[in-house]
Structure formats: structure tokens, C-alpha cells
């Protein structure tokens, strides 16, 4: 075991030390800062509202109705029409926004805005202001006011939920936070599992090529040797990623007061933010990330070992990075859509598939049964590639010059200790 | 020491060693001979642990082998390698590591092996930064860092240039005097006289000699000598107690003549026939070199396989 610890410190130094890390360590926050940069420019040159917005409101809750008071650009007046006349309205004109409140308001997502584009962040910004407020004062109303009740009504938030009017019909625009962060989780996963599968491989192919492996594996076992460059790396990654995110927090932070950006974006993006369970998708993330990263980097291992030179692993990788592969695209289409699925909930029980896919499903609430079997099933399936990998890793490593098939590693797997 | 009992690897479509068995005595220089491709690095790799045999054991000082004994022995592979981008010192201390030394044991035996080769200056250069010869240097360095009793070395002296060559042949025989055992592969017939005591020979995954150098060469006599004279060259009567192998050298009035002797007859008989007829210079009986023996035995061996 002290062995193994010896050769995790080698591979975990050895590419910490490297230039390239520590330059990557801070380049990658400083391209995310960029990116944001460049959006929230972007953003809040867009969201000006640059000519006066009129909004229908039509209200079956009879609470708002009325109470809101027009600002600058946006002008408020009162339906007296049905929905569907002041939505073709809004249809014909990008002017004017339909505003509908159904009696049942509290419920989350029930009131929309429809418009012929998308509504800007400062118009819907400032209705959600508005109507919080207009809430919170009907409230009171009905409490009778009493201060000391005051304090113990829960205010109501308000979220809208913007529809584009299209010619095919409604289409929900906003995607929720929280599927966003399991999309990004998902990618994430998936390049990370690449990236550091790949460093695995690539350090097999190094010991292999020159020669030190068999001065190791007089001193460590095979399985030894590739546990310890596989936890090694791992470690790496971990590293990589913490030093990422803690970079990341404090240079948003740092940006949002240098640039000061308008209070109601920022506002928007926390607000939204702040309704995802970030310790439980965290806690997610690094599970699937680990054990992913411990299935698929013994079978980059394996691959390293059977072959001579970086060129020859073609063959082999495509075979393994077909699941992930097929999985990452179905990610964004059909995983999304119909996240419960037959084909959804299998692929995030299938081991190989389920890092990418139960992170995309994590936001739509799967059954807590899916995600212990899933779990379960990580765990199963990074143990079973690992001893398929030693096996052909301990004969691999000391071929060489022979041209490896998969009938020749099946058959490496079969020799004798 | 180590002794081997009938060793048997089986490889996909070919048996790279059957039924090998070998003794090495504590404290012995014990040559491992065979062309490529007769089982050598199988052999080793098997008391290397790296491989296991298919059926046969080797004991270690009398125990079976077993994990225990990976730290007793240093193994030099006939492929050098050494991480490329790492640098030496810390590669060598790693190394030394892995067979199980503590950090500042092994600090300090590689500054006394530096010293002593004369690789002071290379601590923190990398391997890619060093030519071939001063890699395989530091790799013999990594090989008995950790001071094995048991040293095996495959092809040791391939790659170095022969001024190297004999600075780790007398850093080997250094380590021996002190008590390391020493194994090494070779098919170069030139160091197995200089350095081994004993030696086994195995052609095509089959043990076919093995001894004491100094008593194989021996088995190997066959009554020739070469005798050299002065004078006429001779001609021989029908009692000579030996006939002659070949042509006679002349050089000036010097002959050389190589002969056999007839049997029952030993080399005071030649001198007695010749002394009357002659005035002789030398008269040395040959011992077959173990280059001859070698190329002998491995000829036949092949023969009787055809």
C-alpha cells in the first residue's frame, strides 16, 4: 500500500509542477471572467429598453389589476379584451407585451408575458418588482394589518415565466436555471472524463515507450502501478477543478463590482441561482465525476498498455468513447425533453452512459430509487472495467511490437497470473 | 542462493522455457548464456516476478519466492528506460523508494554513488538532457541503489562504450566482492571467463549446460595442444603418439603446429618423440574457450532438433 501511496505522489507532482498546469489553473478563469464580461456587456446593452414598451395586463386575480405604475419606458394599461386578441396584438406589434395573471398567480411559473420577442430582462425585472410588491400589500390587506403579522407573511415571489408568440405556437424561452446547471454539469463530466482518461492513457504510453516499465514492475505490481497513476490523476483533476471554481467565485465577484452591472440582472441571475440545490448537485457531480472518471480512466489504461504509440489508439477509443459520445448529444435533445423516458432512465442506470445522463436528469427530480440503482451501478461498473483493465494492462505493458486486436486483448485477459 | 526447479513457460504458440532448473550459489558471478530468443529474459522476468511459471518454483535463500524478496533483488532489463522529462536524482530516489528505502537513506547513497561515478553535476538534469551512455550510467546507479543481495543484469554491458563498459564491470565485481550475488545474461562470450564462476547455458527454452566455468572448459578438453619449434618442418613417422590437426604456421624459423593426441598417450610422450628430432619452444594444451563451447553445444542442440 505504501507503494501504491509512492507512485499516486509521482504522477500527482510531476503534472501539478508542470507549467502548463499552473498556466491552465489561471487561464481557464480568466476565459470564463472574459466570457461573462463579454455577455453582461452584451446583455446590458440589450436590455436597455430603447423604445417605450406598453403592457397589457390582463389579470383574472383582480389583485394586480391596475396597481402598477407606469416608469420610464414601460407603460401599464388594462385589458378589456379576451387573451387571445390582446396576444395577436402583441403578435403584430414588438412594442406591446400581454401580461397574464391567472386567478391561481401563486403557483409557480402560472403568469406569462407574451411578446413578439423576447421579453428584455429590465421589462420583466421590473413587473416582478412591481407585482411583489402589489402581493405583498394585498396580503397585508387581508391580514388586516397588524405589524405584528406583518413580520410573519411570508412574501410571495413572483416569477414569470416568458412565452414567445411564433408562428408554430407558445415556446417556453426560459430555460430554467437548474436544467442549465445539469447541462453544464453533464459537459463538465463529459470533457473532464476525456481529458483525464486521456492523461492516464498517455502516461501508460510514456512508461511504456520508455522502456521504465519493466524497472517498476520488478519493484510494484502491474495493478499497483495502474491504480496509483489512475488515483494520481484523479487527484489532479480534483485539484484542477477546486482551483477552478474557488477562482471563478472570486473573480465574478470581483468583476460584478468592476463592472458594475445592473442591479436587476444581477439580481435575476442570484435569485434564480439561489433556488438550486447547489450541495446536493455538487455532491452529484462529484460522485458521477469520480467514479466516471474511475471507469473510464481503466480503460484508457488498458488501451495505453496495448499499444506502442499514441497513434495506434484510435481503433480502440472509439469503441469506448461511443457511449459517452452518444450520450452527450442526446443530452440537449431527447434526454431533456423527455427526461423520463424509457431511454432516459436506462441510459442513467447504464454505467457507462449514466455520468452524462443522470446529470441531466438530476434537475427534473428522478425517483430516488433511479438514483441509488444508478449509483450502485457506478460503483459495480468502475470495479468490474477495473479488474477487465488490470487484466489486460499486466500483459500489455510488456508487448511490444505486436499490432493488439480486441481478439488479442481477449485473450490477454485469459492468461494465467 | 536462488535456485530454480523445473521452470516451465508456456507463451501463446511457443514454449519460451521447458523444464529449466539452475542452482546459484550465494556470493557467485553466474552467467546466463543462450542466443536471443533461447528463454534468457523469460528466466528472468520469472524471478523478477514479473511473470509467474506455469508450473516449476524458485526459492529465495531457501523460501519460496514471494513479494518479500522484490527488495533484495535489483534488476537491470536489457531495454534501459527512465522517465524522459523527470529529473535524475529525483527519478533515482524514487526508485530507490519503490524498493522500499526511506527518503533520506536513499538521499544519501545516491550522493556517494554520484561521487563515486563521477555524475556530480547531473542531479538535476533530466533524462532527455543525458546521452545514451550516461543514462544507462544512471540507470545501473537505480539498479543496486538500494543494495541488493541479489543483482541481475540483462545484456548489462550492451550500449555502454568500452571505456564505461569497464567502469560498471569493476563497479560489478566491487559489489560482488562485497557479497552481492550476481546474475546477468549475456551472448557475448569475451566477459563469461573474466567474470563468471559459473555459468548455465539454454538454447531454444531448454537448459543444455550448465557448471563452474573452470570445470566445463575442463569437460571440454580433447587431448589438442599446440606445440611450437624451431627448425625444419617436420615430418611425421608412423610412431608418433599424436597426429596433426590442420597446416603448420611457419613464421621466420618458428612453426606452430596444433595436434591430437593418439589415445593412451599424454603430452610427456609428445615431448619425448619430439625432443630428439627438434628444438621445441612451447608446448600448451588447448582448453576450448567458452565461445567454442558455446557455438558447439548450441550448433548441436540445433542439429539434433532439426
Known amino acids: ?31 470564463i471572467l472574459a466570457m461573462g464580461a463579454i455577455i453582461a456587456f452584451v446583455a446590458k446593452d440589450s436590455d436597455k429598453l430603447s423604445t417605450l414598451q406598453i403592457v397589457t395586463v390582463a389579470d383574472d386575480s383582480k389583485i394586480f389589476v391596475g396597481k402598477f405604475h407606469d416608469v420610464s419606458n414601460i407603460k401599464f394599461v388594462v385589458s378589456h379584451n379576451d387573451l387571445n386578441t390582446d396576444k395577436a396584438e402583441s403578435k403584430k406589434d414588438e412594442n ?80 430554467g436555471a437548474n436544467m442549465g446547471v445539469g447541462i453544464v454539469c453533464a459537459m463538465l463530466i463529459y470533457l473532464s472524463l476525456f481529458i483525464y482518461g486521456g492523461q492516464v492513457m498517455r502516461g501508460v504510453i510514456e512508461e511504456k515507450t520508455s522502456r521504465i516499465i519493466e524497472v517498476i514492475i ?31 467565485v472570486i473573480s465574478s465577484k470581483i468583476a460584478g463590482h468592476a463592472f458594475n452591472t445592473p442591479q ?96 441531466v436528469r438530476l434537475p427534473f427530480d428522478p425517483p430516488a430509487w433511479q438514483i441509488a440503482l444508478s449509483m450502485f451501478m457506478m460503483v459495480v461498473g468502475f470495479l468490474f472495467t477495473t479488474y477487465v483493465a488490470a487484466r489486460i494492462y499486466r500483459v500489455g505493458i510488456l508487448m511490444y511490437g505486436k499490432k493488439a486486436s480486441f481478439k488479442e486483448l481477449a485473450k490477454w485477459f485469459f492468461y494465467k497470473e | 542462493m536462488l535456485s530454480i526447479r523445473n521452470i516451465v513457460k508456456q507463451y501463446a504458440g511457443h514454449r519460451a522455457l521447458d523444464d529449466v532448473s539452475l542452482e546459484v550459489q550465494s556470493g557467485q558471478v553466474f552467467g546466463l548464456l543462450g542466443p536471443n530468443g533461447a528463454g534468457k529474459t523469460s528466466l528472468i522476468r520469472i524471478i523478477n516476478q514479473i511473470t509467474a511459471p506455469d508450473s516449476g518454483e524458485v526459492f529465495f535463500n531457501g523460501e519460496k519466492l514471494n513479494q518479500s524478496h522484490i527488495d533484495r533483488i535489483g534488476y537491470l532489463p536489457e531495454e534501459r528506460g527512465l522517465y524522459k522529462k523527470m529529473e535524475i536524482g529525483e527519478q533515482m530516489i524514487y526508485l530507490a523508494r519503490l524498493k522500499g528505502l526511506s527518503r533520506a537513506e536513499a538521499q544519501k547513497r545516491l550522493k556517494f554513488w554520484f561521487d563515486k561515478l563521477g ?24 539498479t543496486v541503489l538500494h543494495e541488493p543481495d541479489l543483482i541481475i543484469l540483462d545484456e ?62 575442463n569437460s571440454y578438453r580433447n587431448d589438442t595442444y599446440f606445440v611450437e619449434y624451431t627448425g625444419e618442418v617436420l615430418g611425421l613417422g608412423e610412431l608418433a603418439p599424436f597426429e596433426i590437426i590442420g597446416d603448420t604456421l611457419t613464421d621466420d624459423d618458428r612453426n606452430t603446429i596444433k595436434i591430437k593426441l593418439a589415445t593412451g598417450k599424454n603430452s610427456n610422450d609428445v615431448l619425448q618423440y619430439l625432443i630428439p628430432k627438434t628444438q621445441i619452444n612451447m608446448l600448451r594444451e588447448v582448453i576450448p574457450s567458452m565461445h567454442e563451447i558455446f557455438i558447439e553445444k548450441v550448433n548441436a542442440n540445433s542439429l539434433s532438433h532439426e
Not at chain 1, 412591481?130 to 410571495?156: C, E, G, P, R
Not at chain 2, 564505461?164 to 569493476?170: M, P
Request: charged share 20%; with cysteine; aromatic share 10%.
Open chain 1, 264 to 359: 436587476s440582472f444581477m439580481a435575476g441571475i442570484i435569485s434564480t441561482l439561489s433556488t438550486i440545490p447547489f450541495g446536493y448537485i455538487l455532491g452529484c457531480f462529484l460522485f458521477y465525476f469520480l467514479t466516471g472518471y474511475l471507469l473510464y480512466s481503466a480503460l484508457f489504461a488498458a488501451v495505453g498498455s496495448a499499444v506502442d504509440s499514441e497513434t495506434e489508439t484510435q481503433q480502440f477509443m472509439f469503441p469506448i468513447t461511443l457511449p459517452l459520445l452518444f450520450t452527450y448529444m442526446l443530452s440537449v435533445t431527447v434526454l431533456f425533453r423527455a427526461p423520463d423516458s424509457a431511454l432516459a432512465v436506462w441510459l442513467s442506470i447504464i454505467p457507462f452512459t449514466a455520468p452524462v445522463a443522470m446529470m
Open chain 2, 156 to 217: 548489462p554491458f550492451s550500449g555502454f562504450d568500452p571505456v564505461n563498459a569497464e567502469v560498471i564491470k569493476d563497479e560489478i565485481l566491487e559489489l560482488n566482492k562485497k557479497g552481492a550475488t550476481i546474475l546477468f545474461s549475456t551472448h557475448r562470450m569475451e566477459s563469461v571467463e573474466e567474470l563468471c564462476d559459473a555459468i548455465a547455458l539454454i538454447n531454444k527454452s531448454h537448459k543444455i549446460l550448465d557448471g563452474k566455468v573452470k570445470a566445463i572448459r
Open chain 1, 1 to 31: 500500500m505504501n507503494k501504491v501511496l509512492l507512485i499516486i505522489q509521482r504522477e500527482y507532482l510531476t503534472r501539478v509542477r508542470k507549467k502548463s498546469f499552473i498556466v491552465m489553473i489561471f487561464l481557464v478563469p480568466l476565459l
Open chain 2, 119 to 142: 555524475m556530480e553535476t547531473w542531479w538535476k538534469k533530466k533524462i532527455e538532457e543525458l546521452s545514451k551512455g550516461m543514462q544507462q550510467k544512471a540507470q545501473f546507479v537505480a
Open chain 1, 96 to 175: 406591446i407585451s400581454t401580461l397574464y395573471i391567472p386567478a391561481e398567480y401563486k403557483k409557480n411559473g402560472s403568469i406569462q408575458i407574451f411578446s413578439k420577442k423576447k421579453s428584455p430582462m429590465q421589462l420583466t425585472g421590473e413587473i416582478e418588482k412591481q407585482m411583489s410588491d402589489i402581493a405583498f400589500n394585498y396580503n397585508m390587506l387581508q391580514h388586516h394589518i397588524d405589524t405584528a403579522v406583518i413580520h410573519s407573511i411570508k412574501k410571495v415571489d413572483i416569477s414569470i415565466n416568458t412565452v414567445e408568440v411564433t408562428e408554430t405556437g407558445d415556446k417556453n424561452s426560459n430555460l
Open chain 1, 218 to 248: 520488478s519493484s510494484v505490481k502491474p495493478f499497483q502501478l495502474m491504480l496509483g497513476k489512475i488515483i494520481g490523476v484523479g487527484l489532479v483533476g480534483l485539484t484542477q477543478f477546486s482551483a477552478w471554481i474557488i477562482l471563478s
